[in-house]
């Protein structure tokens, strides 16, 4: 062997003994410098290992015979000193193999020992139990060589007498008569439910059907009440209607009766203008020209009569011989003319122009005389 450094993987673990070291250089996983001749290296096996551990016609507390299969992984602790070193005096140089079996024997003594403190109804029952039993006192044992048990179950229980046959032959018959007991004490308690639902749902109903009968009697009568509101509103509203419409219409017709009046008002003053008009126009066409006329006519008459008067006092100046009374008779005979004169004159305000005319003409021969 050459010097240099020697080195192993994470599964093994180098043993370095000899000159410079007062005892073994132990490497898990790593790299050592060796010395040839003055040094000597070994490698001892970090794997985990499984075992399967047949335990055969066990005898348990009760004597009744059974085998157990059990499954444990084992292996040498790296990461501890001491147990490394425990394992190196215990296994170093020795196969894999071996050391299965050594410990293969050691975890089967104990799983017997286990089995034989125990009843065939713990360990068939309480696996759990039975397993951490032997992984407890497996363990305990396996460390003073420097290995850890990293796991252990309970793979199988068998037994050549029918034990557990039976076993469970009891407790299928147990448990068959309670699951007929469990089903009749189901139906019972299921017909029980029923019938409970049953009266619940038919009280639920009844209590339901009483609330619908409640409710719609209320709405009826909140209905009613409300049809007789409302046909109150709407007679209140119809006779408003009707009101306001008569109000409306009388409205109409005074308003219609004052554009009535508005209108005759309008008539009358437009006839009193007319009226006002026509006097004017009879004011300026006839009643003026008439009192003309008139003032004309006096003092035609006037005129005439004093023509007469002094007529007759020159005649009768002239003709005393005729006497006072002829005289008297003239002079009485002009003023009957001189007022029937002023008494057409007076009536010539009422004539019209045609009458005037006519009454002129009339006249003037008379003038002219």
């Known amino acids: 062997m050459t010097w240099g450094f020697i080195t192993c993987g994470p599964n093994e673990a180098l043993v370095v003994s000899g000159c410079c070291y007062s005892k073994p250089l132990l490497v898990p996983g790593g790299r050592a410098f060796v010395w040839p001749s003055i040094q000597c290296v070994q490698r001892i096996s970090l794997n985990t290992m499984t075992l399967q551990v047949e335990s055969p016609t066990v005898y348990t507390c009760q004597g009744v015979p059974i085998s157990v299969t059990g499954i444990a992984q084992v292996k040498i602790q790296g990461q501890n000193q001491e147990m490394l070193m425990t394992a190196c005096e215990q296994f170093l140089g020795k196969t894999e193999s071996e050391i299965q079996n050594i410990a293969l024997h050691t975890l089967e003594g104990h799983q017997r020992a286990i089995m034989g403190s125990m009843t065939v109804e713990e360990i068939y029952k309480d696996r759990k139990k039975f397993s951490k039993q032997v992984f407890e006192v497996a363990s305990s044992d396996l460390v003073n060589m420097g290995i850890t048990v990293v796991s252990y179950t309970l793979k199988d229980i068998r037994d050549e007498e029918g034990y557990l046959q039976s076993l469970g032959m009891a407790r299928t018959a147990e448990v068959k008569r309670?699951?007929?007991?469990?089903?009749?004490?189901?139906?019972?308690?299921?017909?029980i439910k029923e019938a409970i639902a049953e009266e619940e749902r038919m009280a639920s109903k009844l209590l339901n059907d009483t609330e619908i009968a409640k409710a719609q009697r209320d709405f009826e009568i909140k209905k009613a009440a409300y049809d007789v509101e409302v046909r109150t509103k709407s007679a209140e509203a119809e006779f408003a209607y009707e009101l306001q419409a008569a109000k409306t219409k009388q409205r109409i017709?005074?308003?219609?009766?004052?554009?009535k009046v508005v209108e005759r008002t309008q008539e009358i003053t437009v006839q009193e203008q007319e009226i006002l008009c026509k006097e004017r126009e009879l004011e300026s066409t006839i009643r003026r020209p008439a009192e003309a006329e008139k003032f004309r006519l006096e003092k035609l008459a006037d005129a005439y009569r004093t023509k007469l008067i002094l007529e007759a006092e020159a005649e009768s100046e002239s003709l005393r011989l005729k006497?006072?009374?002829?005289?008297?008779?003239?002079?009485?005979?002009?003023?009957a003319e001189a007022d029937q004169m002023l008494k057409k004159a007076e009536a010539m305000?009422?004539?019209?122009?045609?009458?005037?005319?006519?009454?002129?003409?009339?006249?003037?021969p008379k003038v002219s005389d």
């Open 253 to 259: 017709k005074e308003e219609e009766m004052q554009i």
């Open 323 to 335: 006497g006072e009374a002829e005289a008297f008779a003239i002079e009485a005979k002009a003023k």
């Open 178 to 191: 309670d699951a007929r007991i469990g089903e009749a004490e189901a139906k019972r308690d299921a017909r």
């Open 349 to 364: 305000k009422e004539y019209k122009e045609a009458a005037i005319i006519d009454m002129v003409l009339d006249c003037l």
